[in-house]
């Protein structure tokens, strides 16, 4: 133990938390039984990393190869699209993750998603049953029921006055309410521009006591979500949020393997150009959507966020018992 306090040593959230805590993974664990969702549980450490640029890793080293990395997952979902090109049914897992340089007031670099596939569903059946679960594990008190919906483009001409699908760098960053520093910081690129608007301005905006969903991101921001069929400006990729704290990442996946393949290859192309790491792309993978992802709907839910609503707390170290601290 360093420095003088004599009571460092002690969890930071008390029974309480812990109580909370288990209540919730309950009422996780039967929002899927009733469901027949299938809990799996795939490995913590990967051979390889996200490439998305927008995510780091972390990397650690095992004795018994020891001048090989490997990576602590930032997600379960490339094991668990390996699992249902397997021939595995609707499935769910409750794991810890892991992402580098994420800490502050709503992150931790060690947290815990709930994340979960449906086969044959589409993006409005994906959206619902999310609403769903999010409702079914939050005290009704504490969120006005039937949610506002959405697009992204709509959310930002509404809440912005501007058009994300067509506006320019400059025409984001002009009404963006950031000092120059941090404007600078975004290098031109017009996704984050239009990132960091919707992170603290746009959702800013939304109702307090109630559940945001934004549908239909640009196209150019799928990560692994498939573009819409009708309109290819956009993806078919949704995000909820409660007031401006967001609770989940979802999309209808992808399938297609060569797609798939240069959009990774655009994600290293992102990184070198911002001189981040350059990780080894998840090949087992990609050889999964070769051999036939089947078409499938999936959802990331932020479950110590989720336990943040029902703590009625506004930092995510709360729902924590030893979390790594930072100055409030």
């Known amino acids: 133990m360093t420095g003088t306090d004599p009571t460092a040593w002690r969890p930071i959230g008390d029974v309480r938390?812990?109580?909370?805590?288990?209540?919730?993974?309950?009422?996780?664990?039967?929002?899927?039984?009733?469901?027949?969702?299938?809990?799996?549980?795939t490995p913590c450490i990967g051979e390889a990393a996200v490439s998305d640029p927008n995510i780091e890793s972390m990397h650690?080293?095992?004795?018994l190869d020891p001048g090989r990395n490997f990576y602590l997952q930032t997600s379960a979902e490339l094991h668990m699209k390996r699992l249902?090109?397997?021939?595995?049914?609707?499935?769910?897992?409750?794991c810890k993750v892991f992402r580098?340089?994420?800490?502050?007031?709503?992150?931790?670099?060690?947290?815990?998603?709930?994340?979960?596939?449906?086969?044959?569903?589409?993006?409005?059946?994906m959206i619902s049953e999310t609403i769903d679960f999010i409702e079914a594990l939050i005290d009704p008190s504490r969120?006005?029921?039937?949610?506002?919906?959405?697009?992204?483009r709509d959310a930002f001409l509404r809440y912005a006055g501007i058009d994300p699908l067509s506006a320019g760098f400059d025409e984001v960053a002009g009404k963006l309410d950031a000092d120059p520093d941090l404007k600078a910081s975004l290098k031109g690129s017009v996704d984050a521009a239009l990132d960091l608007m919707l992170a603290t301005q746009i959702a800013a905006q939304f109702?307090?006591?109630?559940?945001?969903?934004?549908?239909?991101?640009p196209a150019n921001q799928a990560a692994l979500a498939r573009i819409n069929p009708i309109d290819r400006s956009v993806a078919d990729r949704f995000e909820v949020f409660f007031g401006s704290l967001e609770l989940a990442n979802g999309y209808v996946e992808?399938?297609?393997?060569?797609?798939?393949?240069?959009?990774?290859?655009?994600?290293?192309d992102k990184r070198r150009q911002?001189?981040?790491?350059?990780?080894?792309?998840?090949?087992?993978?990609?050889?999964?959507?070769?051999?036939?992802?089947?078409?499938?709907?999936?959802?990331?839910v932020g479950f110590d966020r989720l336990l943040m609503i029902e703590l009625k707390t506004g930092h995510l170290s709360d729902t924590r018992h030893f979390p790594i601290e930072t100055p409030r």
Do not use: M
């Not at 938390?17 to 549980?41: G, H």
């Not at 650690?60 to 004795?63: E, H, K, R």
């Open 17 to 41: 938390v812990a109580r909370q805590r288990a209540l919730l993974l309950q009422r996780a664990r039967e929002f899927f039984a009733q469901k027949t969702i299938l809990e799996v549980d």
């Open 254 to 268: 992808l399938t297609d393997a060569g797609e798939q393949r240069q959009r990774c290859e655009a994600d290293q």
């Open 207 to 217: 109702s307090a006591d109630r559940l945001t969903v934004i549908f239909h991101y």
């Open 143 to 152: 969120i006005v029921a039937g949610a506002d919906k959405l697009s992204y």
């Open 60 to 63: 650690t080293t095992l004795a």
């Open 100 to 125: 580098d340089a994420e800490i502050g007031r709503h992150h931790q670099p060690e947290f815990t998603l709930i994340e979960w596939y449906r086969l044959g569903f589409d993006l409005d059946a």
């Open 84 to 94: 249902l090109a397997d021939g595995f049914p609707d499935i769910f897992e409750i």
């Open 274 to 300: 911002r001189g981040a790491a350059i990780r080894p792309v998840d090949e087992k993978f990609l050889a999964s959507l070769d051999s036939g992802l089947p078409a499938c709907a999936g959802v990331a």
